[in-house]
């Protein structure tokens, strides 16, 4: 395995030891013209070109940039592919690789449990153009084969889900989409390809927001895609390209910063989000915690098989439904109520009402993004005090009458 300029001789032990000297080093070199360290801010529309067609790799930044290509080199490195390729945003990514593959008359099978954007964009973008989709419970590898269409050019999945974190086994649907000769791309935001390896599994392409755990520190929004095959990457970036949605160098250059770090991040966000599941399972007024890393969690077996650790999310129901809910997120004060996750601080979200508000009520019912629902990014402070806040926060619910009494049947 290629590190830059040098090699790595021996095996590392998975996935902290060889994840943490590729974050540092994978893809990098000294800059060429100064000998820096880390990669200068190309912050330039244009390049100085020798002759007619005689350049340096370079010539306008909607095409390529040197600090995007630094960041993609990086990336690259961590999938084990050629450099990725970066955008502007995860919704850049998710349009632009549909673009690449799709035209009219084309049908995707997508997880039924997904990112609200990648909902909204079939639903009231791309049916426009009269490309289908059907959204699918990719959980069950048979729903997937009866869901393939002679139209069919894409399985498209999400695992862990966002919100609800329900898991896809990435080889078997991997194994169902090549016999009928259509690609299998991953969304791996959740995991990175630290926890996961999309394209060790089977997947033909993996899709990261870098906005979340790969920058880190909710300081850019941006996205990536990386696969093998090489005549897709250059259809990749001529789609970028034309679209001019390439991400900007100043945010590329933060999203290098950030990648240094991410398996040390990565430990203590799975770490704590351990504990604070644990906790919170444990809860009187918590209904139901959904975390993979939890005994309780009903594909556990397919969690240990094809996750490292299991990530810094956790979903979970209130007894109190909704409202309780709702009185949670505007009562908590160390997590902050905010659209985003995978950063250091904790964030808390109402999917309803928040990241998932475009998608049909009667899907959401359907595939258990309820109305009480409640996201939660642990972040990097301590669990004690994500804890304590939490607990604080929960002790001003009070649960109706009726829901006591309920309570009180069940326990008996």
Request: proline fraction near 5%.
């Amino acid at each position: 395995m290629f590190l830059g300029n040098f090699r790595l001789e021996t095996p590392l032990s998975y996935p902290a030891d060889l994840f943490s000297t590729l974050a540092v080093r994978g893809g990098a070199a000294p800059d060429p013209a100064t000998g820096a360290v880390l990669a200068p801010i190309y912050q330039s529309t244009t390049y100085h070109q020798e002759a007619v067609g005689v350049h340096k790799g370079f010539t306008y930044s909607r095409a390529a940039n040197p600090t995007v290509s630094a960041l993609e080199a990086a990336l690259g490195a961590l999938e084990d592919t050629p450099p990725a390729v970066c955008f502007a945003t995860g919704m850049a990514a998710i349009a632009t690789l549909f673009l690449a593959i799709l035209k009219a008359g084309d049908h995707v099978v997508v997880s039924d449990v997904v990112y609200g954007g990648t909902v909204r964009l079939f639903q009231q973008v791309f049916d426009a153009f009269q490309v289908t989709a059907s959204f699918v419970d990719t959980s069950d590898s048979a729903t997937v084969a009866q869901a393939i269409q002679s139209n069919t050019r894409l399985v498209f999945i999400e695992t862990p889900a966002n919100p609800t974190l329900k898991l896809t086994d990435i080889a078997a649907i991997a194994n169902i989409a090549h016999d009928a000769g259509v690609k299998l791309a991953v969304d791996n935001t959740f995991l990175t390809p630290v926890l996961q390896r999309p394209l060790d599994l089977g997947a033909d392409i993996t899709l990261l927001s870098t906005t979340k755990y790969i920058e880190g520190h909710n300081s850019t929004v941006g996205g990536s895609i990386a696969t093998r095959d090489e005549a897709l990457l250059e259809r990749l970036r001529l789609v970028r390209k034309t679209l001019g949605c390439i991400q900007s160098p100043q945010e590329a250059w933060l999203t290098l910063r950030g990648l240094k770090t991410l398996p040390l991040r990565l430990q203590q966000h799975c770490s704590s989000a351990q504990t604070v599941a644990t906790w919170l399972e444990q809860h009187p007024k918590v209904a139901r915690v959904h975390y993979p890393g939890l005994a309780s969690f009903p594909q556990l077996p397919l969690a240990k098989k094809q996750q490292a650790l299991h990530g810094g999310i956790i979903a979970f129901e209130l007894k109190g439904g909704a409202d309780a809910g709702i009185r949670l997120m505007n009562t908590v004060r160390l997590c902050i109520l905010a659209e985003n996750l995978g950063a250091a601080e904790t964030l808390i979200t109402h999917p309803v009402s928040m990241t998932h508000a475009d998608v049909p009520k009667e899907i959401r019912e359907r595939t258990g993004i309820s109305d009480g629902l409640v996201r939660l990014s642990v972040g990097l402070e301590s669990p004690a005090d994500i804890i304590a806040d939490l607990d604080n926060a929960l002790s001003q619910i009070e649960l109706t009458k009726e829901q006591q009494e309920t309570e009180a049947c069940l326990a008996k």
